[in-house]
């Protein structure tokens, strides 16, 4: 288990349940304007929606993350409830196993015991890690509400297609960038403990790519600092 937070970090916990509520908000408020556009395969808004549906499911990801750390909230059932729903909302996601493997990953970090390793290219790498984490029920579920979806609410399927199947898999191929391969690929090369390298980006950049997740030696370091407090740690 790791630290859930020092007692001088006791005055945020409840500043998490508010930005993990925000997130998921923003992520359900924008996700239902989206699946209600009136739109074309063609149509250039249709980018710029996925861009920041992307971005939406990403936070939705990272406060799971987080959730698995102890980091949302100093309860453990209210980390449990939100880590469980964000990953539901995400894609079906188990949270039990994801934050099983996650522990994992901390503890034997690019070791052959590391679940997220794998010793091969960026694609063959990726393939294996999301072989790792989904499974054929999920698929079966997702296929499910997918119909559901079109039938009992109407949304037209490019609608589902576009904002509803894309965001995701796009989210998940950032989160495979920034989070996995780019602070872990050939960790023969990295000389600290943690085996995990840090982007050299300023603040909004680092917001951007990956909620600050890219400040990865600073998060295996201090695995108890929640994502939105985790650009203090740079350099420190």
Known sequence: MFPVSSSKDKNFSNKGIYIALLVILCWAAFLSFALNFPTTIFNPWN????????????????TAHDAMHGTVSSSAKVNNLLGNLCVILFACFS???????????????TSEEDPDYHEANFFVWFAKFMIRYMNVWQLIILA?????????????????????????????LQLFYFGTYLPHKNPEEISNKYKSRTQNINFFLGFISCYFFGYHYEHHAKPYIPWWRLWREKNV
């Open 47 to 62: 980018i710029l929606i996925i861009l920041i549906l992307t971005h939406l499911y990403t936070g939705l990801f990272i």
């Open 144 to 172: 499910a509400l997918y119909n559901l979806i079109h039938i009992f609410f109407g949304i037209p399927k490019i609608n589902l297609i576009l904002f509803w199947i894309i965001p995701p898999v796009l989210s998940s």
């Open 95 to 109: 949270y039990k196993k994801l934050k099983e493997k996650h522990h994992s990953h901390h503890r034997h970090v």
